[in-house]
Every structure is written in structure tokens, then in C-alpha cells.
């Protein structure tokens, strides 16, 4: 089974074009995020969602929209793809809560990873 | 947001203990002490946490400092497949939002 899983693993586009990355977590969690990882293996957050309400969004281009059709689904829609945008999104969830309670540790899990490449 | 230092790399061989170090002086009272790891080509996962005791799991212990300025991550039988990077978070208590540096390469030769 598995818990967080993304489509599609690979995907390689030319510049100017919308792409979309496809997110799913069966693990009943209400929080979901999106990373991105760089070619220097930086891995930084770019979105958080909790039931589908967007809680952390760390200024990230207007291009990219996150999107969640419910709490199981994150999706990334990325306008307009820049040699930049070349990258690994990472996708995640957990069940932190819209109000974390003291001293409850919430784990992230993560999903494999969609190496998007921009031509 | 606190920050930690980890050296860039330590090398291992198969069966021994391996001790990775990482420095947070700015820590806050709040802030927990989370340790996630990414094999190569895989997302990353999360290994342990912990506040102000020491921590045990089934992956490895946490060591954390009297001050809480550092902690030490004990893998207490390094395998092949612990090699990876590792990642040492500082997280405030109220918030999920991860912060991740450049962590520890760990290579584990046979």
C-alpha cells in the first residue's frame, strides 16, 4: 500500500508550458505539502494545505497553484515552466491538525518524488 | 527560524556505530529536535525526535545536550542501507513546518 504517492514520477517540457503534478495520501491525514528540491539538493517547503484550506505558502511564484479537491488530494499546477522550475517536488502529509496540541508530534510522510525537467 | 550545522559528509563502515552531530545553539525552549533522512531517490523520512530527553527507536537513539545547544543522532549498527543524507530540523511546538539544511551524507562501506 502505498501511503503518499505522486504522478508522475518523471516529466520533462519545454519552457512556457503548464504542467500539473498529481498528489494522493491514503493515510487519512488533514494536512498535505508540497517541497521542492534543487539541483544542489536543497529541499524547501513551498505550500501546506490543512482540509483543504491553504495554511503556509512561502513566496512561491504566482505560477504555481497548489490545488486540493478534497483532503486526500494535493495537486501542483505550474503556469508558464521556467528553465528554474527544473527540480524534484516533493509531496507530503500528516495529521497535524488546524490547532496542533502541545507536545503531540505530528510525522511527515513523504511521497517518492516527480523530477520535473524544463527544456 | 533556528538553525542547525551538520557536517557535509561521514563515512561509515557496515556494523558500526555511527554518530552524527549537529549544533542548534539557537534552539528556543520550544523547539523539538527532528532528525529525517532521504535514501537516494526517495522522498525523505522521518527517523526521531526529541525535546529534551534522550530518545531510543527501533531505527536509532537521540542524544540531546544538557543546554540543548546540540544533539547526536546513533545508528547503532550501520547497515548499507543507511546510507543517505540526514537532516537535522529545529521545529516550534505549534507549527509542522519543516526546515531542512544541508545535512550529513553518511557513506557506509561494506
Known amino acids: 500500500d502505498t501511503a503518499v504517492s505522486q504522478t508522475p514520477k518523471y516529466l520533462v517540457t519545454q519552457m512556457g508550458n503548464d504542467k500539473s503534478i498529481k498528489c494522493e495520501q491514503n493515510l487519512g491525514h488533514d494536512t498535505m505539502y508540497w517541497y521542492k528540491q534543487d539541483s544542489k539538493k536543497f529541499l524547501k517547503i513551498m505550500f501546506s494545505?490543512?482540509?483543504?484550506?491553504?495554511?503556509i505558502n512561502e513566496t512561491v511564484p504566482n505560477r504555481f497553484s497548489p490545488k486540493s479537491p478534497d483532503k486526500a488530494h494535493l495537486n501542483l499546477h505550474i503556469n508558464s515552466l521556467e528553465l528554474g522550475d527544473s527540480a524534484v517536488y516533493f509531496c507530503?502529509?500528516?495529521?497535524?491538525?488546524?490547532?496542533?496540541?502541545?507536545?503531540?508530534?505530528?510525522?511527515?510522510?513523504f511521497g517518492p518524488g516527480t523530477r520535473l525537467t524544463v527544456t | 527560524d533556528a538553525k542547525t550545522t551538520q557536517p557535509n559528509s561521514m563515512e561509515s563502515n557496515e556494523e558500526e556505530p555511527v554518530h552524527l552531530p549537529c549544533n542548534h545553539s539557537?534552539?528556543?525552549?520550544?523547539?523539538?529536535i527532528h532528525w529525517y533522512r532521504q535514501l537516494p531517490s526517495q522522498g525523505p523520512e522521518y527517523v526521531i525526535h526529541?525535546?529534551?530527553s534522550n530518545v531510543n527507536n527501533r531505527m536509532a537513539s537521540l542524544a540531546i545536550a544538557e543546554d540543548r545547544k546540540s544533539s547526536t543522532l546513533i545508528l547503532h549498527r550501520a547497515t548499507l542501507r543507511d546510507a543517505a543524507v540526514y537532516y537535522c530540523?529545529?521545529?516550534?511546538?505549534?507549527?509542522?513546518?519543516?526546515?531542512f539544511g544541508t545535512g550529513t551524507r553518511l557513506q557506509v562501506f561494506p
Open positions: 530540523i529545529l521545529r516550534g511546538h505549534n507549527t509542522d513546518k519543516l526546515i
Open positions: 539557537t534552539i528556543s525552549g520550544t523547539d523539538y
Open positions: 526529541g525535546l529534551t
Open positions: 494545505y490543512n482540509n483543504k484550506e491553504l495554511i
Open positions: 507530503a502529509s500528516s495529521q497535524f491538525p488546524s490547532r496542533a496540541l502541545p507536545g503531540v508530534f505530528y510525522e511527515q510522510y
